[in-house]
């Protein structure tokens, strides 16, 4: 057999996604079979087992946050400096515009569901008198007031940014680099363009390492998961469960049709080439975590060109985050209607701009939207202790936030990619 023939003739059982689903499989099933549900062994010793099939995974997340900030400042300082004022500029002006409409039809789509299912509706009254505020601190997104919001995002020490894992600050920074070598002659910008493009080939080198164990990782975690939190959490808040689950399908049909209209290729290829992608999301509940694998994916698989992928995923893994958009107004709406609290006009467009602003600025690591949950439904005067409500399940709906927020992400990449192009050869 030749060599041109060998990946078409590659049997499916070899492809690293169908190892992963069976890996996703196989962690579901022992994490059930070691939880409390089925009580086969002693619930600590469940748990030590749970955390040592984590491990492989555990590692697998450090050494991949341990490249995504250099990875993301060498991306984003290429994809500028590789393109010109005016590309580089619109597409961070049309990623930045197609980001806040998706996350407000995200939103929007929230207000819609939870309307339509009311979910905290069926919540016990007396199991809710019984709630007592879950221990996390609570974060006011009003405390500096919105120039306080505004000159956050921009970087002061970039060290110091790299250090604390601030990537909103650090994608700032990179692009105010990127500009600023577009400005300076090639003698003078070339000797960091070529640091930068080592940087980007060591990571991307290191991913290739690691996704070569993503199955026993995808094995691991999720068997973690299971044994940590049981089937049992569902069964407490099933219609809120279901509510959720229903909007990250409905944002996800909203992706294919976005890409059928708008970039004008088949959904269907595009899902099948973004589920590597989605099971390891799936997986690590980190869309930060992913990104290397989503950069690698979206320029490989979808075809879209460095320029546009290298400033778009980055961006997007920062700010994309249409899932945590929606789930935050759900929580806020589930939470309402279980104390029986009406909302006013003014409190629903609050929610909105909250949940948008939240959505913005939440870390892509798991649940890192709970204490801006907490700031939320503080700054409404809804009780913060209704979110232990939510708190057994977060993590698992933790998984499907990730998967959409990834998918937004090379959404967005694919269909900039074809209108951007469409207009630069105008």
């Known amino acids: ?212 164990y993503t199955p026993i990782v995808v094995f691991g975690l999720i068997a973690n998961v299971i044994i940590t939190k049981g089937l049992g959490a569902i069964s407490a808040v099933s219609l809120f469960f279901i509510n959720v689950l229903i909007g990250l399908l409905c944002i996800i049909l909203v992706y294919l049709f976005i890409i059928a209209v708008f970039a004008k290729k088949s959904p269907w290829e595009f899902l099948r080439n973004c589920r590597e992608v989605m099971a390891l999301a799936l997986a690590t509940s980190s869309s930060s975590a992913t990104m290397p694998v989503t950069l690698r994916v979206t320029e490989s698989l979808h075809g879209v060109k460095p320029q546009i992928s290298r400033l778009i995923i980055p961006l997007g893994t920062t700010i994309n985050m249409d899932a945590t958009a929606m789930y935050q107004a759900t929580v806020v709406l589930f939470i309402a209607q279980a104390f029986g609290i009406d909302l006013t006009t003014a409190q629903m467009v609050t929610i909105v701009l909250l949940s948008l602003v939240a959505s913005i600025g939440a870390p892509g690591i798991p649940s890192a939207s709970l204490p801006i949950l907490a700031g939320t439904l503080a700054s409404q005067g809804l009780p913060v202790e209704g979110m232990a409500l939510i708190l057994g399940v977060d993590r698992l709906l933790d998984m499907g936030r990730s998967v959409v927020n990834v998918t937004g992400d090379m959404t967005a990449a694919t269909v900039l990619n074809r209108y951007i192009n469409n207009k630069s050869n105008d």
Not at 5 to 16: A, G, S, V, Y
Not at 123 to 137: A, R, T
Not at 179 to 196: E, I, R, V, W, Y
């Open 1 to 212: 057999m030749s060599e041109t023939e060998k990946p078409t003739n590659t049997h499916f059982r070899q492809q690293l996604w169908f190892k992963v689903l069976i890996a996703l499989f196989l962690g579901f099933s022992v994490g059930s079979l070691l939880s409390e549900n089925f009580g086969l062994v002693n619930v600590n010793t469940a748990r030590t087992l749970g955390q040592w099939l984590a491990l492989p995974g555990t590692i697998f997340m450090m050494l991949l946050k341990f490249i995504v900030l250099p990875l993301v400042l060498s991306s984003v300082i290429l994809g500028i400096a590789s393109s010109n004022d005016v590309k580089a500029l619109k597409t961070l002006g049309f990623g930045v515009s197609y980001i806040l409409c998706t996350s407000a039809l995200a939103i929007a789509l929230a207000f819609v569901l939870a309307g339509w299912i009311q979910p905290g509706l069926v919540m016990n009254p007396e199991y809710l008198g019984q709630l007592s505020p879950p221990e996390m601190q609570r974060l006011d997104l009003t405390e500096n007031g919105l120039i306080g919001m505004i000159t956050g995002i921009f970087p002061t020490n970039i060290f110091s940014h790299l250090s604390q894992n601030q990537m909103l600050q650090v994608v700032v920074a990179a692009i105010i680099i990127g500009f600023g070598l577009l400005h300076m002659d090639n003698k003078s910008a070339q000797p960091l363009l070529a640091l930068m493009e080592s940087v980007q080939s060591l990571c991307m080198t290191i991913v290739l390492w690691l996704m070569k």
